[in-house]
């Protein structure tokens, strides 16, 4: 994820484009730049190493000055953060151009661009775009013309800003799977990847659609769609105010960071899938090939984390067939684990930094040279990033409340797109298999919304758990590890002792716990095992227990005396129902712990980030 902004303004651009890039540091921060077409209508450029404000030092030593600009902050995929990947790249002094998001076939794009003459100064994949409109400038005239000619040829998801000396007073960009929108001003129109990054300038913003090219001036905006028909979009006008990381209008943190679960989770999507396919290169440049060879998994994870590695273990053997084994960090570092050949080791952690996790990355490395490693986190600058090498950032935003939700939900996207990305490199999964899924991944931003909508339900529910010092949590496949998580909510949250067991289980040992003063939490998604869970909650039902079931609409599971059923939505599948079931157990516990008068946001004895053994 990277941030982009820009605009055509009256005065110099470039106070407006450092301060923009700043708002949008949460998106990339290690590296950044900005292109200025100055007034004798010359590309002038300046580019830094790290965060904004060594970009901001540079510019006050070399006068930067123009009114038509574009500026980006990066987050690296392809090449490693250094000036000469950062943004904006420049195509043969005519073309400026920034980019956010992936081009897939960008090594089959250079070798004909190469073949050609072009010239690369990068590794990026960026600089495809600039010799492709380059190119298409010189046949159609105009830069409008040229993006649109150009982008036909790219593969991948991509957001772009384009400016050019041979058709100055104009911006031109093009959003197809990563975000982009327009500001409207008095004395110019404005570009970015985010409206916080403009709130300052201008309220009316214009949110571009799939497909569509737009061609900017100061005191003109023209949309084409796909089709490159003119359209008119509908300008809305903003209610944001600030952009901070303070609790807003919510009494928690906890409680924000669950509800920006639709941005969270539809964030971490971005640039890494289309509206039918994942991009395998999301994973980095060298995944296709290490995926495609990799005969075992293990993943390693402590806490919540390790819970989304549970849900890992069903999705990648379900999908991709390779054999996936799952471990917290602290036992496996300690003892002496067989390694095998052509395992991915993944390790999944909010922080980066949990140490048992960093060591089992550390001891593994040394057992078996022959290893890949992978990391999914939520930390760019941490030293699990360093220290794998394949990366997957999740783009939850920061997390503040100790109790993570919005990081976990967000892990199990990464891992969604993993499982798939695994199951494509080793040909197990049609085309049409992994549309479904994608459609899928791209309606949760919505499902969740819609789930999170249940929460005066969840407020009633929570009463329950008023006088009661014990829970049990049950689910059957994938659904035990959402129970897990369930329960450690509570526990965590509202020091009740809480358990978690696969349903099926029950019989054989737990269900001696079971009493009118031990409620029972079931998740019943409409899948293969309903059946099976029914007569789970059958047997537990004759043992005099309360019972709260968070069902599917149509796993109708039938009502009993002491039984609460909240139906929570419908059609879900094997990815999208552990995230969304998610849902209402960090609710329940967020409530039980209102009522149990703890401190939620940091509950007693925990830290957010485990740095010591
Ligand atoms: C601590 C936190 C948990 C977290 C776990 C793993 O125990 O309180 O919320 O799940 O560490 O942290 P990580 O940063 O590795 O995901």
């Known amino acids: 994820m990277c941030g982009i902004i820009g605009g055509i303004y009256q005065n110099n651009i470039t106070p407006i484009l450092i301060d923009g890039l700043k708002y949008l540091e949460y998106r990339g921060y290690d590296s950044a730049g900005l292109v200025v077409l100055t007034n004798d209508n010359v590309l002038q450029r300046v580019r830094a190493i790290g965060k904004v404000v060594n970009l901001e030092n540079n510019i006050n030593s070399e006068i930067i000055n123009g009114t038509i600009g ?3 902050t990066r987050w690296a995929t392809h090449g490693k953060p250094s000036t000469k990947n950062a943004h904006p790249h420049i195509c043969n002094d005519s073309i400026g151009v920034v980019h956010n998001g992936i081009i897939e076939n960008f090594l089959e794009l250079k070798a004909q661009q190469q073949a050609q003459n072009y010239i690369f100064t990068s590794d ?11 190119q298409a400038l010189k046949k159609y005239g105009t830069l409008l013309k040229a993006v649109q000619s150009a982008i036909t040829t790219f593969q991948g998801a991509y957001s772009l800003g384009v400016i050019s000396p041979q058709n100055p007073g104009h911006i031109v960009i093009a959003r197809s799977g990563s975000p982009l929108i327009i500001g409207l001003g008095d004395n110019g129109n404005f570009i970015a990847s985010d409206q916080v990054a403009l709130i300052s300038i201008t309220k009316q913003f214009i949110f571009l659609e799939e497909g569509d090219v737009a061609d900017i001036t100061k005191d003109s905006v023209i949309i084409f769609d796909k089709n490159n028909i ?6 809305k006008i903003s209610k944001l105010k600030n952009w901070q990381t303070s609790k807003g209008n919510y009494a928690h943190y906890m409680q924000k960071e669950i509800f920006e679960q639709p941005q969270a989770i539809s964030d971490t999507l971005e640039s890494r899938i289309t509206k039918d396919k994942v991009l395998t290169l999301a994973f980095g440049h060298k995944a296709e090939i290490i995926f495609k060879k990799i005969k075992h998994v293990q993943i390693i994870a402590c806490g919540t984390s390790y819970n989304a590695g549970l849900v890992a273990k069903y999705w990648i053997e379900d999908i991709a067939k390779i054999p996936t084994h799952i471990e917290v960090s602290s036992e496996y570092r300690y003892r002496n684990p067989i390694v095998l050949d052509n395992t991915l080791f993944i390790t999944i952690s909010q922080s980066g930094e949990t140490a048992d996790t960093l060591e089992a990355l550390r001891v593994v490395k040394k057992i078996n040279k022959n290893i890949h490693s992978l990391t999914i986190c939520n930390n760019s600058e941490s030293s699990l990033i360093r220290e794998s090498e394949l990366i997957f950032l999740t783009h939850a935003g920061p997390e503040i409340s100790v109790a993570s939700t919005k990081a976990f939900t967000t892990q199990l996207v990464s891992l969604a797109l993993l499982s798939v990305t695994l199951g494509k490199c080793q040909q197990q999964i049609s085309q049409t298999q992994e549309k479904v899924i994608v459609n899928g991944l791209n309606h949760l931003p919505s499902l969740v919304a819609k789930a999170l909508e249940q929460e005066d339900q969840i407020i009633e529910l929570a009463n329950t758990f008023k006088d009661k010092f014990n829970a049990l949590f049950i689910g059957r496949g994938s659904m035990h590890a959402i129970a897990m998580e369930g329960a450690l909510k509570l526990k965590e949250l509202s020091y009740i002792h809480a358990e978690a067991y696969p349903a099926g289980e029950l019989k054989h040992g737990p269900i001696a716990l079971i009493d009118k003063n031990t409620p029972v939490i079931a998740v019943a998604p409409n899948d293969e095992l309903l059946d099976k869970l029914k007569s789970n909650l059958q047997e537990v039902k004759s043992r005099g227990s309360q019972m709260i079931v968070f069902e599917e ?13 909240l139906s929570i939505t419908n059609n879900l599948g094997r990815i999208t129902a552990p995230i969304i079931f998610t849902i209402p157990l960090q609710l329940l516990s967020y409530h039980v712990a209102l009522i149990k008068g703890t401190n939620v946001d940091q509950p007693r004895n925990l830290a957010k980030s485990v740095t010591v053994e």
Not at 124 to 134: F, K, L, S
Not at 230 to 235: A, D, Q, T, Y
Not at 553 to 565: F, L
């Open 124 to 134: 990026t994949d960026t600089e495809v775009i600039g010799h492709a409109i380059h």
């Open 70 to 72: 574009i500026a980006h």
């Open 230 to 235: 003119k359209v008119e979009r509908e300008i």
């Open 553 to 565: 609409e149509s796993s109708k599971v039938t009502p009993m005396q002491d039984m609460n059923i």
